[in-house]
């Protein structure tokens, strides 16, 4: 990356609080919100991190279709569940302390799910499990997300990436995590992309005749008009499995909307019929499996480990240098960045230099 300035992981944090709080959020919230990001980073998830702050969250609190101020609803409990309705207010604060009820059910009861609707978008899927595993837990999040998907054999946008993110504990330095969208790529990542200035690889995405379409901006405005598609994993068609991903993409749908009685498909464009903005509805699931209820937790994580490194020693192909175990990346993406901090290109330097200006902050930014 050319014209990169890095900056330390705390004082990125620092400053994400601080606008929040300017932005009505409340302190103990606006903390939770900047953790969340700054752990995307951390582990290297760009798309998910800091690059999303101004446009996700500062943009649309300033445009009135999030709430600064959340008012966390619960409408239905049982002993291991809960239905939460988020009323459009900060989706990492709403996801937080509806994790933090799965993972407090499962301690009781041995497993706990909570399910949530009106919500908005909860930053990288991976902070939820990272949390269950902290207490020796299994931990399963979903989430749905505004169209992007086409169907396979279609090419209507109708399904959100849909990412479904499961952590598990190891006896390693880093647990199993595997953190993906149900698509071959996802917006952030191709927001990534335009701030690069890079065109896209062909196969991400689709128009409306079906033809793959490289032109990053052109996909990112055609996105939202409904005139482009990304790809399901596996890509179109069924020889190469495109269905799968279809199919598991469907998978969080339902269960993102149908457990809650939330928002699906259209309902999540985050326009009413007159074409004005206004908030997206999301609905998100989290579940929490207690390892001890089923055995000890050192016995769990050494097998889950023995797996895990059986999986790295085995056979290469010609020409690869190493097999990786998900979750591994993430933590080199920690090694080389910990001293290091945020990598800034000179798009999201502006975004910053924006909310600095806008929110007047008395930051100094070391760019």
């Known amino acids: 990356m050319t014209n990169v300035v ?9 400053f994400m609080k601080d606008a929040f709080v300017s932005l009505g959020v409340p302190e103990e919230e606006a903390a939770i919100c900047a953790e969340i990001l700054i752990v995307a980073d ?33 409408v239905r409990e049982g002993p291991g569940t809960a239905v939460i309705d988020g009323h459009n207010g900060m989706g990492h604060v709403i996801s937080h302390r509806a994790n933090e009820m799965a993972i407090e059910k499962a301690a009781k009861y041995g497993l706990g799910m909570t399910a949530v609707r009106n919500s908005t978008h909860y930053g990288a ?29 279609g090419v209507e946008n109708l399904l959100g990436t849909n990412p479904m993110t499961w ?3 190891t006896d390693e330095d880093f647990p199993f995590m595997i953190d993906c969208a149900t698509s071959v790529t996802q ?9 690069d200035g890079k065109s896209l690889p062909e196969g991400w995405v689709i128009g409306e005749n079906g033809d793959y379409r490289t032109d990053t901006s052109g996909v990112l405005r055609d996105l939202v008009a409904g005139t482009a598609s990304l790809t399901p994993l596996g890509g179109l068609g069924e020889e190469q499995g495109g269905y799968k ?11 993102c909307s149908a457990l809650a009685q939330g928002a699906f498909l259209k309902g999540l464009l985050g326009f009413d019929e007159q074409g004005n903005k206004k908030p997206y509805d999301l609905g998100h699931f989290f579940l929490a499996v207690d390892v001890k209820a089923f055995t000890e937790v050192d016995a769990f994580k050494k097998t889950a ?11 290469k ?40 200006k806008k929110l007047a902050l008395p930051h100094d930014l070391p760019f």
């Not at 991903?245 to 269960?255: D, H, N, R, T």
Request: net charge positive; proline share 6%; glycine share 10%.
């Open 167 to 169: 952590g598990m504990p």
């Open 6 to 14: 890095w900056w330390s992981f705390d004082q990125v944090e620092q």
């Open 305 to 315: 480990g023995d797996i895990c490194r059986e999986m790295r020693g085995s056979k």
């Open 42 to 74: 951390k582990r290297g998830i760009d798309s998910h991190g800091v690059n999303r702050f101004k446009p996700i969250y500062v943009d649309r609190i300033l445009a009135g279709i999030q709430e600064p101020k959340t008012h966390f609803e619960i």
């Open 125 to 153: 899927a991976c902070y939820y499990p990272l949390k269950a595993i902290e207490r020796g837990m299994i931990g399963l999040t979903g989430s749905n997300a505004r169209p992007s998907i086409a169907p396979t054999w």
């Open 187 to 195: 917006r952030g990542k191709i927001e990534k992309y335009e701030r």
């Open 245 to 255: 991903g279809y199919g598991y993409a469907m998978v969080i749908e339902i269960l």
């Open 317 to 356: 192909a010609p020409g690869a240098e190493r097999i990786w175990t998900p979750g591994e990346k993430e933590h080199d993406a920690w090694l080389e960045r910990k001293n290091k901090g945020v990598p800034f290109n000179a798009a999201l330097q502006k975004d910053f230099h924006e909310v600095k």
